[in-house]
């Protein structure tokens, strides 16, 4: 009866803690807080209490090293339950676990598993749940309203003149394939890969685990092994196309008048792609072999490390001092690189799906005619001249001319 | 049209292709996680 009574009790004490707690929390936050009393350590001798842990915890600096590297025999006396068990006690074994000093010896998993405690994995943990949706989020959504805004005061880009009834060609088979091949994957890439990040915060709540989990191993299958699709139309888009996506000064002319999206009746004039499109064309391929490569670090586990390298070199090369960072970490455990390529795979590909939202909408809705060139790969003549008049030109010059014959001609003069 | 369809059907046939051959290759999670030591499940 006794022993029931103290259960009773204990585990009323243990409801009621948190609330006890959240109670005195609010209560110091009204209070101001100013008050932050000399942490007193000497119930684990010096060692780390609670407190230090939940601040830390909380993202605050905490001594937490204070006694690191001590002389064992000057270790804190065996005081109370959390007090050191002289010179080499638990919870030096733990530090050196965390700190990764401890010589640790698995049977299988290499390096990574010999990493038992991980520390920095809470830093990446909370930015990939919180900053990273809600910017990554808000990145596409604000792109989404900010096309729907351009697109009610400007409407559809026409053809400004009176249409020829002809077409020429302007993309063959293969390059509609190409890009095909790279957009249809990129489009599942990128919505199974919200799938993957965002569904613990919205597919759960509104249709629970069950559904959850079906729709993250149908992601995950997707997302891995759709990639190569993707990779193959990213080298064959850049191979057919980068000829025809140099600068030159015809750009500057275009860029000057905004491309002459912004007004009815200006065309600039612009070859086989103008400066707007060769924006898209490198933002896809350097954002899009970016993302391959951090990408690779993530389907092959602990196999391609990139951080610590490119971080060295950005280090030497004086980059996150000038922005005013510390050096960044040129150590990384097994697990912190493949944190970054997550972080990193992740936030360039938000960039690059709201800058493909944009192509995406100008590529259809957005313009009359254009969407013919990757659809059937013939353009209007008219759309031609308004949009891209010197490659006309070329068109035209190159139709006018009479075809080689099929005898060995010799290179034109 | 016709492009688009062949694309979205290579994007198929890459998919399953890459699947069948990480496995094959032995780069699945658990045959990357296990040893001479370690047995996952009964295999
Ligand atoms: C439904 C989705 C898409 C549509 C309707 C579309 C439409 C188009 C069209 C019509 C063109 C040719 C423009 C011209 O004639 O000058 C084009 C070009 C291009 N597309 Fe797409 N596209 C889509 C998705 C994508 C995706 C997902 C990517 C890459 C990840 C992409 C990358 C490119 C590139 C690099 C070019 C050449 C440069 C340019 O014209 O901007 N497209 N697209």
Redesign the interface.
């Given at each position: 009866m006794y022993r029931l009574f103290l259960i009773c009790l204990l585990s009323l004490t243990m409801l009621a803690a948190p609330g006890v707690q959240a109670q005195d929390a609010s209560q110091g936050a009204t209070e101001g807080a100013t008050e932050s009393p000399q942490a007193d350590r000497s119930a684990t001798g010096g060692a780390q209490t609670l407190e230090d842990i939940m601040a830390r915890q909380r993202g605050e600096e905490v001594p937490d090293r204070a006694r690191a590297g001590e002389d064992p025999d000057s270790a804190g006396a065996m005081v109370g339950q959390l007090g050191a068990l002289g010179g080499s006690s638990d919870s030096d074994v733990w530090s050196a676990l965390r700190y990764g000093t401890a010589d640790v010896t698995v049977?299988?998993?290499g390096a990574p598993?010999r990493v038992l405690i991980q520390d920095n994995g809470m830093w990446w943990l909370n930015f990939r749940q919180g900053p990273l949706i809600k910017y990554g989020g808000w990145l596409l959504l604000g792109t989404i309203a900010l096309l729907a805004l351009f697109f009610l005061i400007r409407g559809r880009i026409r053809i400004d003149g009176e249409k020829t009834g002809r077409t020429v060609t302007r993309f063959k088979?293969?390059e509609?394939?190409?890009?095909?091949?790279m957009?249809?994957?990129f489009i599942?890439l990128g919505l199974t890969g919200l799938v993957v990040l965002m569904g613990r915060k919205f597919i759960i709540p509104t249709f629970g685990h069950e559904a959850f989990a079906t729709a993250a191993v149908a992601s995950k299958?997707?997302h891995?092994?759709?990639?190569?699709?993707f990779m193959?139309?990213l080298v064959l888009a850049f191979v057919f196309w980068v000829a025809h996506n140099i600068p030159n000064k015809t750009d500057l002319k275009w860029i000057a008048v905004g491309g002459g999206i912004f007004k009815k009746g200006v065309h600039p004039p612009a070859k086989k792609f103008n400066a707007g499109q060769k924006m898209i064309f490198w933002s896809v391929i350097i954002l899009g072999a970016s993302i391959s490569a951090s990408g690779l670090s993530l389907l092959?586990?602990f196999e391609l490390p990139m951080f610590a390298k490119t971080f060295g070199i950005l280090n030497d090369m004086g980059v996150p001092q000038l922005l005013g960072f510390g050096a960044l970490p040129e150590q990384l455990a097994p697990h912190e690189e493949m944190q970054y390529a997550q972080l990193w795979h992740a936030i360039v590909s938000f960039v690059l799906m709201a800058i493909i939202i944009a192509h995406i909408y100008i590529g259809s809705v957005g313009m009359e005619g254009a969407y013919d060139a990757?659809?059937?790969?013939q353009v209007e003549e008219q759309w031609a001249r308004e949009h891209h008049s010197l490659w006309l030109d070329e068109v035209k010059q190159r139709e006018g001319e009479p075809k080689p014959a099929n005898t060995a001609t010799t290179p034109a003069e | 049209?016709?492009?688009?369809l062949?694309?979205?059907a290579?994007?198929a046939i890459?998919?399953?292709v890459?699947?069948y051959g990480?496995h094959e290759a032995g780069?699945s999670?658990g045959e990357?996680?296990?040893?001479?030591?370690?047995r996952l499940g009964d295999e």
């Open positions: 049977s299988s998993g598993a088979f293969i509609r394939f190409a890009h095909w091949l957009a249809g994957s599942l299958w997707i891995n092994n759709v990639s190569w699709a193959v139309g092959f586990p990757m659809g059937s790969g | 049209m016709k492009a688009m062949s694309a979205f290579a994007t890459i998919a399953v890459a699947w990480l780069f999670a990357q996680n296990a040893g001479e030591s370690v």
